[in-house]
């Protein structure tokens, strides 16, 4: 049977997110394409790989488990629409590349109104436009939104956790995979790179 989210699970979606926009539907349906393979999960046998840190993102991690914080959510910042899943137990996995809903007169609505300048009336009309575009991604089948591929790589091998080390520059103990050495000594990635992190 083909998982679907109730109205509630949707709404407390949609107060984790903070606001509907095609995005997080898009996401949203990204996630039942995960979810009607894989089955649902709260632990981390689901990994994902998200290629945008855009609003899809977090319907993802809502609705799958896949998780920043748990790790078993891969951020990449390449700026596609593109969410690879895989279910750890026995290493099945897909990629599903977004392709634009087929909603000419709301799409071409919306990037009229983009290029128009700023304006209240704008700002209403622009987000009444995203607000339809959102439910129209939300009630189509979620197949018809993605290209389903093979995974583009390996399943990510859960992080390992490591002993810390003490960036040179601020004291702060630091991830041993994530210092960089400069004339032998650790730092962290900020201090490294000349950020100044205390402003
Ligand atoms: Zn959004
Ligand atoms: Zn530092």
Redesign the pocket.
Known sequence: MTYRPTAEQLEAALSF???I?P??AYGVQAALLCINRFGRHHDAELVSLVETDS?GVDAIQFFTGCTLGKGNLILKDWGKAAYTFWRRSDGQGFRALQQRLEAPELTQQIDRLKQESPSPEREAQLKKAKTELAHAILAAEPESLFTIQPPQREIPRPERILTSLTCQACGEPTMESRVRLFDGHPYCIPCFSGVDQKS
Request: net charge neutral.
């Open positions: 997110h903070g606001h926009c995005g997080f609003c």
